[in-house]
């Protein structure tokens, strides 16, 4: 069963902290993505990766990082963590481009549920 | 870039009537369109999506249309059941290498027994 798991499910921070969320694909998927989930907001992306250590912001990189140092691995950064920041974070991966099979297809970890007070 | 609009955002039903969610996008070089149901507490999950070359694709009880020129696609849910009670999320993603994929705001679901 392919799988993309996220390290924390749930995380309380205070304000100003530096916060990593890691998440970690078993698929050799050549993209991975961070978005936010927020009531009435739908899902957010963040930062997106389609090769390691190559990194594209997404459309709210605001207040974020991300780093891509293994094809499996794929870590937001909060440099200094802040209120607005609190939401529900959404790792995904997917593979090659159009053409392939199930490529486009994104699958989700579980989601780390970031609180900073 | 490219922006996905749907609607309604909230939307109730008899069980047994069908389900209609609307979305539209902005970028006419969109050419993927996937649909996302997320149960309470666990993650998104695709189940069915549609590419710019097909008009229409059933599976089951739900189907996908899309209209390149209008711009817009929809998720049609027959028969409906309680455990189709969920958030839909319709996305679309452009053809670029990056496989950027764009989300609507998500449409909750409620299949009233």
């Known amino acids: 069963d392919v799988k993309v798991t996220q390290s924390s499910r749930y995380l309380v921070k205070r304000t100003g902290e530096k916060v990593f969320l890691e998440c970690v694909q078993d698929m050799d998927h050549e993209n991975m993505f961070w978005y936010r989930q927020d009531p009435g907001l739908g899902l957010r992306l963040i930062y997106f990766s389609y090769d390691v250590k190559m990194k594209e912001k997404g459309d709210i990189p605001e207040g974020y990082s991300v780093s891509r140092e293994k094809k499996e691995r794929f870590s937001l950064i909060l440099e200094s963590a802040s209120t607005n920041q609190t939401s529900m974070y959404l790792c995904?991966?997917?593979?090659?481009?159009?053409?392939?099979?199930?490529?486009?297809?994104?699958?989700f970890g579980a989601g780390s549920r970031l609180t900073v007070l | 870039g490219e922006n996905v609009e749907q609607h309604p955002s909230t939307l109730s039903v008899q069980e047994g009537d069908s389900a209609v969610i609307k979305c539209t996008y902005s970028?006419?070089?969109?050419?993927?369109f996937p649909w996302y149901k997320q149960e309470l507490g666990k993650r998104p999950q695709l189940i069915i999506d549609i590419r710019s070359n097909v008009g229409e694709k059933k599976d089951q009880r739900i189907a996908v249309t899309l209209n390149k020129t209008a711009k817009h696609f929809s998720l049609h849910i027959t028969e409906t059941q309680p455990e189709d009670s969920a958030v839909y999320f319709c996305a679309a993603s452009n053809p670029g290498g990056y496989q950027k994929v764009t989300f609507g705001i998500g449409t909750k679901l409620q299949v009233i027994p």
């Open positions: 995904a991966s997917s593979g090659l481009g159009t053409g392939h099979s199930g490529a486009n297809v994104l699958t």
């Open positions: 970028d006419s070089a969109s050419n993927y």
